[in-house]
C-alpha cells in the first residue's frame, strides 16, 4: 500500500517511467523486499491489456497528461511467496487520478 502510494505521488507529468519505479521499489526495499521476480512494477493500459512503456528502472518514457499507466508493486517477500498489487491511473496536468477504486491497506493473507 505505501509502495503504491510513493508511485502515486511519483507519477506526474514530467516525471519517468524509471521515476515511478524507484519511488516504489525504494519502500519494498526498506520493507524488507527480497526482490521483483517480474521484472517490472506497472505498464502502459490502452489497445492492448499489457502494452508500454513499463515501470521499470530502465524506462525513460517520461510521463504526460492523457497517459493511462498501471502500478504494480510487487515483490518477493519470503522464498517462494511474492505479492504483486495493481492500480489503473489517468495521469493529469496536476499528477494521477485513479481510475480503479482504491485497494483497502490491510491485504488478506491467502495460505
Same mark, same amino acid.
Given at each position: 500500500?505505501?509502495? %503504491?502510494? !510513493?508511485? +502515486? =505521488?511519483?507519477?506526474? &507529468? *514530467?516525471?519517468?517511467?524509471?521515476?515511478?519505479?524507484?519511488?516504489?521499489?525504494?519502500?519494498?526495499?526498506?520493507?524488507?523486499?527480497?526482490?521483483?521476480?517480474?521484472?517490472?512494477?506497472?505498464?502502459?493500459?490502452?489497445?492492448?491489456?499489457?502494452?508500454?512503456?513499463?515501470? %521499470?528502472? !530502465?524506462? +525513460? =518514457?517520461?510521463?504526460? &497528461? *492523457?497517459?493511462?499507466?498501471?502500478?504494480?508493486?510487487?515483490?518477493?517477500?519470503?522464498?517462494?511467496?511474492?505479492?504483486?498489487?495493481?492500480?489503473?491511473?489517468?495521469?493529469?496536468?496536476?499528477?494521477?487520478?485513479?481510475?480503479?477504486?482504491?485497494?483497502?491497506?490491510?491485504?488478506?493473507?491467502?495460505?
Amino acid at each position: 500500500y505505501a509502495a %503504491t502510494e !510513493a508511485g +502515486l =505521488t511519483a507519477a506526474k &507529468p *514530467g516525471a519517468t517511467m524509471a521515476d515511478v519505479w524507484r519511488a516504489m521499489w525504494s519502500v519494498l526495499e526498506a520493507g524488507g523486499a527480497l526482490g521483483n521476480d517480474v521484472g517490472r512494477m506497472g505498464h502502459g493500459l490502452g489497445i492492448q491489456l499489457t502494452e508500454g512503456p513499463s515501470v %521499470t528502472p !530502465a524506462d +525513460l =518514457t517520461v510521463l504526460q &497528461p *492523457g497517459m493511462v499507466v498501471t502500478l504494480e508493486p510487487g515483490m518477493t517477500f519470503a522464498p517462494g511467496k511474492q505479492m504483486v498489487h495493481e492500480e489503473n491511473l489517468l495521469i493529469t496536468e496536476s499528477g494521477a487520478e485513479l481510475l480503479s477504486r482504491r485497494a483497502a491497506a490491510e491485504i488478506p493473507v491467502i495460505d
